[in-house]
């Protein structure tokens, strides 16, 4: 990676993106720059993009295009312990150094309020073990999940719920505040549903092989949810017939499939050089 940004000392000069021919210029030079990115990835000993969709570039330039104003929603899904949040974390990090005007969010604060079940059965295993299909998509505020997303996306700020991952099932109303960033990440299974999935600008999917998945989420039930190692595989068990159900099947509408055990450092460069791209135009 370092080799391909030692490639962008050369500044460019700025079109007037508030015109249509300045946009089709940025989107030329940005489908050019993605694909140098891909061909330089697929070299890597392990690389991140695993698949991008034939339509994206066309869909994504023409949106960049015609569509200016509205602000970007990248929605990340995948099977749980893939990494997504991991992902997220990751971005954050590094936009937050960069100072890049992107915004994150997770949709699983927007699972509904549980608790009563949860004391009714004495924990939230229990109430799994009854056959409690806690992925289903009615167990999301999918209408309130639109609402804010596409007030994000027309530049308002909101105020999202906070689901409680203590097993308590507890979700606090309007907890969170998130700016009306100028690109909005939301990852989560729910940005694969209903008419929340049609939102986004780019959908990204983050793939993840078995062993590895399988190690990563017994390692989280017991480190951040108070989970011992039995209940841990009887919950993986239910989770990946849930996303045989909910997750799998929606995993060829994504744009972009990226591998989950990539290099963080590795992806941390690509990054940072979407950020060079983007801030190589004199003012």
């Known amino acids: ?34 694909n140098q990115i891909l061909n330089y990835d697929s070299k890597n000993d392990n690389p991140i993009f695993k698949s991008v969709h034939p339509d994206f570039i066309k869909k994504f330039t023409k949106r960049l295009i015609n569509n200016p104003e509205k602000h970007f929603l990248i929605g990340i899904s995948g099977e749980s312990a893939s990494g997504k949040t991991t992902i997220c974390n990751t971005i954050k990090q590094v936009t937050d150094r960069l100072n ?33 299909d806690v992925d289903s998509p009615d167990n999301f505020d999918m209408t309130q999940l639109f609402i804010d997303l596409e007030m994000l996306s027309r530049g308002i700020d909101v105020r999202i719920p906070q ?27 729910a940005t694969m549903y209903g008419k929340v999935a049609d939102l986004f600008d780019v959908k990204l999917y983050v793939d993840i092989d078995p062993n590895i998945q399988e190690k990563w989420f017994i390692y989280r039930a017991q480190t951040s949810r108070n989970q011992n190692e039995e209940n841990a595989r009887k919950q993986l068990a239910y989770v990946r017939e849930a996303s045989k159900k909910y997750i799998l099947p929606k995993k060829d509408n994504s744009d972009i499939i990226i591998n989950g055990a990539s290099s963080l450092d590795y992806f941390t460069q690509i990054i940072e050089y979407i950020y060079k791209i983007t801030n190589n135009f004199s003012d």
């Open 1 to 34: 990676m370092n080799f391909l940004l030692e490639k962008e000392n050369d500044i460019i000069e700025k079109p007037d993106f508030k015109t249509k021919s300045g946009r089709e210029f940025l989107a030329v030079y940005l489908h050019a720059k993605f």
């Open 100 to 132: 890049m005007p992107i915004e994150i969010l997770s949709a699983d604060n927007y699972f509904k309020d549980i608790s009563s079940l949860i004391k009714e059965y004495g924990s939230f295993d229990k109430l799994l073990a009854s056959g409690y």
């Open 163 to 189: 689901y409680l991952v203590n097993g308590t099932g507890i979700v606090i109303p309007k907890a969170i505040e998130k700016k009306a960033k100028k690109i909005i990440v939301v990852e989560g299974m």
